[in-house]
């Protein structure tokens, strides 16, 4: 069977490690940022001046991403900015707390159930929008601070694992805080 050459190469999927090493990496670069371009970020990443900054984040993290699998890792840069807190002060700290999972950062900040099964469940350009607006609600608020990973995987890859997560530790978390409330009333 003869080589096609003009075939096109497979992009590699990266592995979970690969990702979670490149999120962590993210935060903490767009915490970095000055306030312009992180700015430009929280409103999109693939236009206008966010895109350089956007594409300097993914040439240094090599991040070599085409389609729909650009768009994505364009929500998840957005998200990271929009939780990132704004301004200049040297000590600002990365969004990312791999201590605090996604879920429980999405009970502490009032995340309805009814609006955490809509997030879940939905799927591709839906997810990423929803994704953002309860980033907007997070960076509003004390729970700004989470795991970045899931968020970032939950958003790339669309598969049901990091939903089940999600729902996880956001019930864990709505379970203690009932069994507290219990305790305090007895």
Known sequence: M??????????PTPSG????RKVVRLAGQVSRLEPGPAASLRRDPLA????????????ANDIDAKGSYLERWGKVVQAIAILTPKGRHPGKRAAHNGANPMGRALRDAGISELRLARLLSSKGEIRRDLVIRICRRLAAGEAA????????KFVLFEGENQARWIARSYYTAAAKAAGSRQGEQS
Not at 145 to 152: G, Q, V
């Open 2 to 11: 003869p080589l096609e050459l003009n075939a096109p190469k497979p992009q």
């Open 17 to 20: 490690g690969d990702i979670d």
């Open 48 to 59: 206008g001046a966010g895109s350089a900054a956007f594409w300097h984040l993914m040439a």
């Open 145 to 152: 601070r989470f795991d970045l990973r899931t968020l970032a």
